[in-house]
């Protein structure tokens, strides 16, 4: 059975910073990887998709990296800015199987 | 815009009453649909694969006469949860698979529901 740990599970840092969240997961064997915002009592706006024969994903201040053969994924956030405060969640698999969910980063960036 | 509809967003209802959440998917059609389930500060967890003209397939402890899902049509799906209890009460999300080569999956904005 799939499992997907995400590390931390909170950060709190000031405004500017450049930052790190990881994700790790046990079966190596998915169609790919999504990177995913949840604001508080909302649902889920995706941010990158990752497939399995794709090393990393950027879009603007955004970039994730994936390596599939250890298990790990990591979101970088460069510049981080107040609006950035959310939960990011990891999630691997896709396709027809769904896909299986982490925790979660509960992000919080100080003005 | 919007890939996935669902609603209501929000329901609050008694224990006991039923309770029908909508998926629509408004881009494309979908054979399949994942219902998701989350409670708070938790992730979110695979409830059931809805697929389109034949029964769901639930996961693991999911009780199946308790959330009953329909997927009578390739644009929608709903879930019901059948008398409702304080412990259902949850966020309720659900999931349509894209049609590229990506399997990138979209999500709608969710149900909260809330049982009195």
């Known amino acids: 059975k799939q499992e997907v740990t995400q590390i931390p599970a909170a950060l709190s840092v000031p405004e500017g910073e450049n930052l790190v969240l990881n994700c790790s997961f046990t079966d190596s064997a998915i169609y790919n990887l999504q990177w995913f915002r949840q604001d508080p009592g909302k649902g889920l706006t995706s941010l990158l998709l990752?497939?399995?024969?794709?090393r990393e994903q950027t879009s603007g201040r955004l970039n994730a990296s994936l390596d599939k053969s250890s298990g790990r994924s990591t979101l970088y956030i460069a510049a981080s800015q107040p609006g950035d405060s959310a939960t990011y969640l990891c999630a691997v698999g896709g396709g027809a199987d769904g896909l299986t969910f982490g925790k979660g980063t509960h992000l919080i960036i100080q003005p | 815009g919007a890939v996935v509809s669902q609603h209501p967003s929000r329901v609050i209802c008694k224990s006991g009453t039923s309770v029908k959440i909508e998926c629509r998917s408004l881009?494309?059609?979908?054979?399949?649909m994942f219902w998701y389930r989350q409670f708070p500060k938790q992730s979110l967890m695979l409830m059931a694969t809805s697929n389109e003209g034949s029964k769901a397939t639930y996961e693991q402890g999911v009780e199946k006469d308790k959330f009953l899902i329909n997927h009578a049509s390739l644009t929608l799906s709903t879930l019901t949860v059948t008398s409702a209890h304080p412990e259902d009460s949850s966020f309720y999300i659900c999931?349509?698979?894209?049609?590229?080569?990506?399997?990138?999956?979209?999500f709608g904005e969710g149900s909260r529901l809330t049982v009195l």
């Open positions: 990752i497939q399995s024969s794709q």
């Open positions: 881009d494309f059609q979908a054979t399949t």
């Open positions: 999931s349509v698979p894209g049609q590229g080569l990506t399997g990138e999956l979209f």
